[in-house]
């Protein structure tokens, strides 16, 4: 249970107050709308946060922008088109996804924010959630609900009425723009899942018509309506379809009653699930009393304040300065950002530590390395969870549910170095990773990256047993880019690619791979990993894409590599098996 209230400073003059006096409804921020179906100001108030932080035309039109967009749309029905663009979270506030229904043609789209070959490679951070949609424009690949995006971009609780289409084309060049998804849960599709260019995907806990296309690596744990698992690209659709997922915890949500109260509901913990469900029976709804929403000035010490005394914690859309650990040390207690709010190191500092604590839910956030500190130092890690040997619980595990983070982007040039040694560092037992992206830039605003300019060893380091991830993507570490010391840990789905900017003395002799399991472990699985290599700047050639005892080497199913372009490549996809992806063009290589 979460520890009760009392009254303690936060920070210079402000104060918390106690478990169930927080206001409801909350006060929210300019950075959050809350509509209702007779709102009128609702096309404007989208179109104007698409302007800044959207569009292709310059391409990837917001990539780096400091604006943050929540719209929380009330029960009923609406004829908007609602384009999503950068750190813009789209939410529907009822029980169930059929609550909020768009009625117009294109309803909640993305689309691809280049409308050259480079189509979808660069749509990030963006958010659908909790709604139905009767999308019925005729795009060229189909008609529904496009949702063209890469890494970052999920969609869950959602019902579409039609096809999904996971991809875009925009003529005149001859093909499909490209896409490097993604991640959807608890959806339930009328027509086809269409992935077309996506090179991968991974999905969960979903009800589909079904499914057609995907270039390299699709996988799909308790998604009914799903294609059969087949391993590698020759005469079929690289697929690993999974029956069940094996336990999971949908991601809290936001509702609204007939008297704009609202709740935070936190749904149960579910194992051996499959297909979408929007009942969820056990799910827990705390009203927002008992909730603390943040302003975008609040600062650590202020948030601190309120996790201390208990409260559950709504993160506004908005960039925070956090100049010391936000420290979760409550059972049960849950941080979910709106908007893509944005988290910076500003100190060389964790920004989010759990405690030794069960049942912890941390959702909806980005995570960002901030400046360098005297003599290069770095944060030592992002996201800290557990101080180590503690076991956690299998019956209330930790849940990480759409956390990213970033090395670069925003900065990381010359002109304004960052960095973190790793991103998250779980320490702890049962915790699930449900959809991360950890990503070292490989481009920035104003300038180039290089290994000086945004330093980051690792994005993911697990330390604790039964460790779990879905739809993990790891980009561009230094050196090895997932380490997993834990045992029975899985993952299913993982995406990387190797660093662009390293040489062979940096990364490939020291042998630094994709994804080390630790020789100590003796049990751990992994379905549908792939390593991608693009050594952009240096010839490099790795000696294998996943390293690991032998005793676990044979748990990976669908293992994949993929030379994406560049100089040398991945010579071996598991220890020392799986034919070279060193090749002259693009060439992709499944030990099956």
């Known amino acids: 249970m979460l520890a009760m209230a009392t009254l303690i400073a936060a920070g210079a003059g402000a104060a918390v107050l106690p478990l169930g006096s927080q206001p409801n409804p909350p006060n929210w921020p300019e950075s959050v709308a809350v509509f209702s179906p007779t709102d009128t100001n609702i096309q404007t108030k989208i179109n104007e946060a698409f302007a800044t932080n959207g569009g292709h035309d310059p391409p990837n039109h917001g990539q780096f922008s400091s604006e943050r967009y929540a719209f929380l749309f009330k029960p009923g029905s609406y004829a908007v088109d609602c384009p999503v663009g950068y750190y813009t979270s789209v939410m529907g506030l009822g029980t169930s ?103 991968q995907w991974f999905a969960r806990d979903s009800t589909v018509g079904n499914w057609t296309g995907g270039v390299w690596n699709i996988v799909l744990t308790g998604v009914k309506g ?15 379809s999974v029956p069940t997922t094996p336990t999971i915890a949908e991601k809290p949500y936001i509702t609204v009653d007939a008297s704009s109260k609202f709740s935070l509901q936190i749904p149960p913990v579910k194992s051996h699930s499959a297909a979408a469900d929007f009942t969820l029976g056990g799910t827990t709804a705390v009203d927002f009393s008992n909730v603390y929403v943040t302003q975008p000035t609040d600062t650590a010490a202020t948030i ?57 839910r941390i959702a909806g956030l980005l995570l960002q390395a901030g400046p360098l500190g005297q003599g290069n130092a770095t944060a030592p890690t992002l996201l800290e969870w557990g101080t180590g040997g503690y076991s956690g619980s299998a019956d209330a595990p930790g849940v990480i549910s759409d956390v990213f983070a970033r090395v670069g982007g925003p900065d990381g040039t010359a002109g ?80 990387s690619e190797l660093p ?93």
């Not at 189909?142 to 996971?166: C, E, F, H, K, Y």
């Not at 908005?318 to 709010?341: E, H, N, R």
């Not at 100590?520 to 690991?548: K, L, M, P, Q």
Request: one cysteine or more; hydrophobic letters at 40%.
């Open 97 to 199: 996804p059929s609550d909020v229904v768009f009625t117009s043609p294109k309803g909640v789209y993305s689309m691809e924010g280049d409308f050259s070959i480079g189509g979808a490679l660069s749509s990030f951070w963006r958010s659908a959630e909790n709604f139905r949609t009767s999308a019925s424009n005729k795009w060229y690949v189909g008609t529904g609900m496009m949702w063209a995006v890469s890494q970052a971009a999920p969609i869950r609780r959602v019902v579409v009425d039609n096809d999904l289409l996971l991809f875009e084309y925009e003529p005149p060049i001859p093909g499909a723009g490209e896409a490097s998804g993604g991640f959807f849960a608890n959806v339930q599709v009328g027509g086809a899942v269409k992935p077309g260019s996506q090179q």
């Open 226 to 240: 799903s294609p059969p698992s087949h391993c590698g690209d020759t005469d079929g659709t690289p697929v690993t």
């Open 304 to 360: 601190n304040g309120h996790l201390a005394a208990g409260l559950h914690i709504v993160f506004s859309p908005g960039i925070y300065q956090i100049d010391t650990p936000l420290v979760v040390k409550s059972t049960g207690q849950v941080l979910l950002g709106l908007g893509f709010a944005t988290l910076i190191s500003s100190h060389q500092n964790i920004i989010i530590s759990v405690g030794n604590v069960d049942g912890v």
């Open 416 to 495: 304004s170095p960052v960095g973190a040694d790793t991103m998250f560092h779980i320490r702890s037992g049962h915790v699930i990773i449900d959809d991360t992206w950890l990503w070292r830039a490989d481009h920035a605003e104003g300038g180039a990256v290089a290994p000086s300019t945004n330093r980051c060893a690792h994005g993911l380091v697990v330390d604790g047993d039964a460790v779990t991830g879905y739809g993990v993507a790891v980009e561009h570490t230094l050196e090895d880019l997932t380490v997993w010391n834990g045992n029975g840990g899985s993952v299913y789905f993982y995406q």
């Open 500 to 592: 662009y900017d390293v040489t062979q003395a940096e990364f490939g002799d020291p042998g630094y791979c994709g994804y080390r399991v630790a020789p100590n472990v003796t049990t751990h699985s992994g379905f549908g990993v792939g390593v991608y290599s693009f050594f952009r700047d240096h010839d490099v050639t790795v000696a294998s894409a996943i390293v690991g005892p032998q005793a676990v080497a044979k748990s990976f199913v669908a293992p994949l590599t993929v030379f994406l372009n560049g100089n040398g490549g991945i010579q071996h996809i598991v220890n020392d098996q799986g034919e070279s992806a060193v090749c002259n063009t693009s060439c992709t290589r499944y030990l099956c």
